[in-house]
């Protein structure tokens, strides 16, 4: 006897490739798929050969893969059991999806989802054996995502860090490390550009102005691409900007290099509203009527020739300024000092929305390498993946 590689169709719908000795009969081989593919055994009830579905598990159970005529590459296809109370065929359906979307790990897989682990109590309609759960038993229906409410696989995108309603709310995402979303396309080293593009669903593209425009540098941080600003004039904007006036909530990130340490302007409308900024060697935001910095401490600092990522979180409706707007650096969160009260929602009357200035002054000079904004806030855990997501990907 001898090792094969056949290829079998899944209760999750892929299909995979698997080693087996062809002396293997067929019920060992549905035992091997259960374990290959990671479900429970008791979930198959048959598989077939593909190319001729009357050689089958039930009906050739002792048929050898090498009596059928199996070789590396013949196809099988799995079938589930149909068996069992309500409460089990909903489980048993909830497990298949479960490992679908979890793809054994690999995160490129097309049907790899962050959200992948379910919580059955969070369906509008759990099962207790054949009858339905009492609803002091279940979660909130309206809970986000449900039953896909937990997840542990390292997000490598915006849109796998945050929960759909969330990805929903992205007023705008730039991303400089390569040159697809930029204009002129396919520039090279050192080239200016005229737009940055914007890879949500509004095309609130970044624009230059005359000969105010940065240069795309591909290689520079972790082997991705960044937009270079020169100090002096560089700035990009998108005008007009009505969709931020007066919001209540909004989250935003920016990933950037300075070579400056005060003055500089990385983001920020022309009435001091989204606005990152350093000033006497340390970050600060402006928000919702205020500027605020650090109240102690040094998480804020910049140095000149370091990468950050840095991240604004405001709600509104909050009671506190504490609570109302949250500051981060490269992942600490920063106890600020308030210049006032921090605003119920953002100021209106906005122009313009600048990255690498702010209105029209303060150029900054460095790299500034990605930028996305949501008009909602993020949670906690959202939080946490995008920033694990910007510190993978840009290594900070």
């Keep these: 006897m001898a090792n094969i590689d056949i290829k079998y169709k899944g209760l999750t719908g892929q299909v995979y490739t698997l080693t087996i000795d062809d002396g293997q009969t067929m019920t060992q081989l549905l035992s091997a798929i259960a374990s290959d593919e990671g479900l429970d055994a008791s979930y198959y009830y048959n598989v077939a050969l593909h190319d001729d579905l009357s050689i089958t598990k039930v009906d050739n159970a002792s048929d050898t893969l090498a009596s059928i005529g199996a070789t590396t590459d013949t196809l099988f296809i799995t079938k589930p059991v149909k068996t069992g109370n309500r409460e089990a065929r909903q489980t048993r359906k909830l497990e298949i999806a479960q490992e679908k979307r979890q793809a054994d790990g690999d995160t490129t897989a097309n049907f790899y989802k962050l959200y992948n682990t379910y919580n059955r109590l969070a369906l509008s309609l759990p099962y207790d054996g054949d009858g339905l759960l009492s609803d002091g038993s279940t979660i909130n229906p309206l809970e986000t995502a449900r039953p896909w409410i937990g997840g542990s696989i390292t997000p490598l995108t915006v849109e796998q860090a945050v929960n759909p309603a969330t990805f929903a709310d992205l007023q705008g995402m730039y991303d400089a490390s390569v040159n697809t979303y930029i204009k002129p396309p396919g ?110 401490g040094t998480d804020a600092n910049v140095s000149a020739g370091s990468w950050y990522y840095i991240g604004v979180v405001y709600d509104g409706t909050q009671s506190t300024d504490a609570d109302k707007l949250k500051f981060r650096v490269n992942g600490n969160p920063i106890t600020l000092s308030y210049s006032g009260t921090v605003g119920t929602s953002a100021g209106s009357g906005a122009t313009s929305f600048e990255v690498g200035c702010a209105n029209g002054v303060e150029f900054f000079a460095g790299d500034i390498a990605e930028f996305f904004i949501f008009d909602s806030t993020l949670t906690a855990g959202e939080i946490t993946n995008i920033e694990t997501y910007l510190g993978n990907k840009w290594s900070i």
Aim: charged share 20%.
């Design 187 to 296: 520039a090279t080293d050192g080239d200016t550009i005229t737009q940055w593009l914007d890879q949500s669903t509004f095309g609130h593209n970044l624009n230059s102005t005359a000969s105010k425009k940065p240069a795309w540098y591909s290689n520079v941080k972790n082997s991705l691409g960044v937009l270079r600003f020169d100090g002096t004039d560089d700035c990009l904007d998108i005008n007009p900007v009505a969709y931020l006036d007066g919001i209540s909530n909004a989250s935003f990130y920016i990933v950037l290099k300075p070579t400056a340490t005060t003055g500089d302007s990385a983001m920020g409308t022309d009435t001091g509203e989204f606005k990152v900024y350093s000033d006497t060697g340390e970050w600060k935001v402006g928000m919702a009527g205020v500027t605020a910095g650090q109240a102690s």
